[in-house]
């Protein structure tokens, strides 16, 4: 009852005339919870950088009205099994977390784990060749040893072919739609999507009635950019959708590997301009992959770890803090680490800098961090 009382505002917050993604953030951070945003005295609310007077007009003008909305959206929720992520619940994606424009509030139907160790994306062209095709299978497949999460977007094409490949290879798998969490699109993958409730999920920011029109596709693409580690473009053309992810992906600082084409193909000049111009990495074997993500030398680490105590007797209080934290997880997220050792980010670097030299972690792409030992 806690929990559905608190989605009650968190859906709410996100209804409010005005308020965007940022000056959520800033409201909750300065108020404490959704809850406490709905119930602070206008006075306080105007002391919150970036905060005036006509966004607390608002505030007090649409707080009925969204919490209306949000009871209606709870109501839904329930009904179709879909579970309201906040950004503040554990359940949301971390990579996803770390981007600027990052979505408040998301829908979830499935069972996958947003935050498995390894999340790679797979994006391209709805035309896809038979060429096309293979590859996108034969990455998925080489994927298996490795446990990765396979994020698509439920598209014809490269995305379909991704998802059908990880329910045969039995790796979860996630759909992030344009639509609102009731609404497949295109319906004839409904069959794959019925599955992949079972087998990982599907994932939107668009609520309850929302249709899938074309402008909801560039932002749905954020996402799927967002929440992993890599994305690897299989086939695209030189002006496309899959383009617009992978440069997405780029800005983000993320890593991004593209499947070389045949160069008389129009649905390879997309691919072979990434890696012409140096904004992605070329995908060959899965190797490729591995090494630049650094997973074997994660692997290795782990195994060592199982077979030796960690002693931390000869570091300090804070260094001792991020040890411990790595040690339960592995790998973390620097925001996460500095939230789950309790260090602000400002002292952080400075000590993960030292453990760097240590050599106890090592840092990752995507400003992740992995233990070594």
């Known amino acids: ?9 968190e859906v709410a917050i996100t209804r409010l005339p005005g308020v965007g993604t940022q000056i959520t953030r800033q409201l909750v951070s ?28 608002n505030l007090a003008s649409g707080a009925k009205a969204a919490l209306l909305q949000a009871e209606e959206w709870l109501k839904m929720a329930a009904d179709l099994d879909v579970q309201l992520l906040f950004y503040t619940s554990p359940k949301y994606p971390d990579r996803l977390k770390q981007i600027p424009d990052a979505p408040t509030l998301l829908y979830f139907r499935g069972n996958g784990n947003l935050n498995q160790r390894r999340i790679i994306s797979m994006v391209g062209t709805r035309q896809i060749s038979s060429y ?16 990765a999460m396979i994020v698509s977007g439920l598209a014809y094409g490269v995305d379909v072919v991704a998802h059908r490949a990880a329910l045969q290879a039995g790796l979860p798998t996630i759909g992030v739609m344009a639509s609102g969490p009731e609404t497949v699109y295109p319906a004839v993958h409904r069959k794959y999507a019925e599955r992949m409730l079972t087998q990982g999920g599907l994932l939107t920011e668009n609520p309850f009635g929302t249709r899938p029109d ?7 693409n954020r996402i799927i950019a967002g929440m992993s580690d890599c994305t690897i473009v299989v086939e695209a053309a030189l002006k496309s959708g899959t383009l617009i992810t992978a440069n997405i992906a780029h800005s983000y600082d993320k890593e991004v ?19 012409k111009s140096l904004k992605a990495s070329a995908y060959t074997c899965v190797q490729d992959l591995v090494e630049l993500l650094n997973w074997d030398l994660q692997d290795e680490a782990a195994a060592k770890a199982a077979h030796r105590p960690l002693d931390l007797a000869e570091f300090t209080d ?4 991020v040890l411990m934290v790595l040690h339960q997880s592995r790998e973390e997220q620097m925001d996460n680490l500095s939230w789950k050792a ?32």
């Open 257 to 275: 590997m593209a499947v070389p084409g045949n160069i008389t193909s129009p649905v390879s000049e997309g691919t072979n301009h990434l890696i």
């Open 214 to 220: 074309a402008p909801r596709f560039p932002a749905r």
């Open 30 to 57: 300065y108020c404490g919870s959704p809850q406490a945003v709905f119930e602070a005295p206008p006075g306080k609310l105007l002391k919150i950088p970036g905060v005036g007077p006509t966004l607390v007009k």
């Open 342 to 373: 309790q260090i602000p980010i400002s002292n952080l670097a400075s000590v993960l800098l030292a453990l760097e030299f240590k050599g106890m972690v090592k840092a990752m792409p995507g400003k992740r961090f992995a233990i070594l030992v």
């Open 132 to 147: 096309g095709q293979t590859i996108t299978e034969r990455i998925v497949e080489d994927l298996k040893p490795y446990n």
């Open 1 to 9: 009852m806690v929990e559905e009382h608190n989605n009650l505002y």
């Open 318 to 321: 804070d260094e001792r803090k």
